[in-house]
């Protein structure tokens, strides 16, 4: 377990570096763009760069890994002080499920787009491996996922990957043109609405497993 900790944290924190860099660059076409400028709050009101969600939370993730190795140095944590091996059949099973259920994830964020491809995994995620109520898992994979879509690319404007080209034309583009149209007020009312649904299934759900 000790080993497992190390070698885990060592490799998450490079991870947290190179997405870091990667949050930092700009556009190929800009040859006068400087490494960083999008990872800060930009001056003219328009909000966070493009890079500054994916650095911080990237920085934040290095500072863990780098907490744990001092943990497991000082042999503070509880895996740092076991000698049992660090997976077992079962953890072995999982770990190819997620993992599997991850690059599947990935794959998909090009060819249905981010928000889709949230959903989808969202509910492989809660109905195969959670073990949730349909209901409950399909309504919360598409519930979060259009709360994503209002946050981003409403609200923020930072586009998100929207997949295959006649999946942008024929979902996203009308879908955007209706939402802009919407006031502040009407934006926050989809979210109440849908949030408000979520938690009555979510409620109907608990009722259903109580019973």
Request: hydrophobic share 50%; net charge neutral; glycine share 10%.
């Amino acid at each position: 377990m000790r080993r497992a900790e190390f070698v885990t944290a060592i490799i998450l924190g490079l991870l947290s570096v190179y997405l870091m860099w990667k949050a930092g660059e700009g556009p190929e076409w800009d040859t006068e763009y400087v490494h960083w400028a999008n990872t800060g709050i930009n001056i003219d009101g328009s909000g966070p760069g493009k890079g500054f969600f994916p650095f911080y939370l990237a920085l934040g993730m290095l500072i863990s890994c780098i907490w744990i190795v001092v943990n497991a140095i000082r042999r503070q944590s509880p895996p740092s002080q076991s000698d049992e091996p660090f997976m077992d059949g079962y953890a072995k099973k999982m770990l190819l499920m997620v993992g599997g259920g991850l690059i599947g994830f990935l794959i998909l964020i090009d060819l249905i787009s981010m928000y889709a491809a949230i959903a989808v995994f969202m509910l492989y995620y809660m109905l195969i491996l959670g073990r949730h109520p349909a209901m409950l898992s399909v309504v919360t994979s598409l519930v979060v996922p259009f709360w994503l879509y209002l946050f981003f690319d409403i609200v923020m404007t930072k586009v998100q990957p929207k997949g295959l080209r006649w999946i942008e034309d024929t979902i996203y583009t009308p879908a955007g043109n209706f939402f802009r149209d919407q006031s502040f007020i009407g934006i926050v009312m989809f979210f109440v609405v849908s949030g408000a649904i979520l938690t009555f299934v979510a409620r109907s759900a608990r009722r259903q497993g109580g019973a």
